[in-house]
């Protein structure tokens, strides 16, 4: 099987897996973070089987719907390559972007080791902000049966992985948490362009949110784009 034939069936293989997925990481997201993710190694210059495979596969079994186990997508990844006859180093390479993906925290650097990594690592963030990235980050609160929002708990800028797994807060701290602090730790030049416009448009979107709930009133200080550290 040649890299093109297992790209394919990989996407096939996926799709299958993730088809009506409801939480906002569905087969949709991960075609658009494989999209990117070949529009930026294109311009990175980036090996494309490499970053093609580790896009289709990064959420294939991810920590939050496995008990938190960070090994449970490059097992399954492994496995499967491995099912597809796939070389030693292009499995090691495509689980090492698995286990970098991911953001951990405020306070957690989670920069890839590799250019490979920091494509696709750039690609997931352009998916996780912007208007799709809102739509997903309440599509993942409702089903995780959290509140849109509550004037009374603050967003936590988490220092550590364990204290960002443990994380219960309603959907609109993830904001300040996680999705307004990606403009800044994209590694592409390509990444970092594209995530300005979509980091204006969740601003606006946060702002309209905290008027059109809280009226009158002025929003708690907490919630002017900013969160207080751990």
């Known amino acids: 099987m040649n890299a093109e034939e297992l790209v394919a069936i990989t996407a096939q293989h996926v799709e299958k897996l993730f088809a009506g997925e409801g939480s906002g990481h569905d087969w949709w997201h991960i075609k658009r973070v494989w999209q990117n993710a070949l529009s930026i190694a294109q311009q990175e210059n980036a090996d494309l089987t490499?970053?093609?495979?580790?896009?289709?596969?990064?959420?294939?079994?991810?920590?939050?719907?496995?008990?938190?186990?960070?090994?449970?997508?490059?097992?399954?990844?492994?496995?499967?390559?491995?099912?597809?006859?796939?070389?030693?180093?292009?499995?090691?390479?495509?689980?090492r972007i698995i286990r970098e993906v991911t953001f951990k925290g405020a306070g957690v650097d989670t920069t890839p080791s590799t250019l490979e990594g920091?494509?696709?690592?750039?690609?997931?963030?352009?998916d996780a902000i912007g208007a799709i990235g809102i739509g997903r980050a309440f599509a993942y609160g409702g089903h995780k049966g959290r509140e849109m929002y509550h004037p009374g708990q603050e967003p936590r800028l988490h220092a550590s992985f364990e204290e960002y797994k443990k994380n219960q807060g309603p959907t609109l701290n993830h904001f300040y948490?996680?999705?307004?602090?990606?403009?800044?730790?994209?590694?592409?030049?390509?990444?970092?362009r594209l995530a300005?416009?979509?980091?204006?448009?969740?601003?606006?979107?946060?702002?309209q949110f905290l008027q059109e709930w809280h009226g009158e009133e002025?929003?708690?200080?907490?919630?002017?784009?900013?969160?207080?550290?751990?």
């Open 50 to 95: 490499v970053v093609q495979l580790g896009a289709l596969l990064h959420d294939i079994a991810d920590w939050k719907f496995n008990a938190g186990d960070e090994e449970a997508g490059p097992r399954a990844a492994q496995k499967w390559l491995e099912e597809q006859g796939a070389p030693e180093d292009l499995i090691q390479n495509v689980c």
């Open 118 to 126: 920091k494509v696709v690592q750039d690609a997931d963030r352009l």
């Open 177 to 192: 948490e996680k999705l307004f602090l990606l403009k800044d730790r994209f590694s592409t030049a390509a990444g970092r």
């Open 196 to 207: 300005q416009e979509r980091h204006a448009y969740m601003e606006q979107f946060v702002e």
């Open 218 to 230: 002025v929003p708690p200080a907490a919630f002017h784009l900013t969160a207080k550290a751990d």
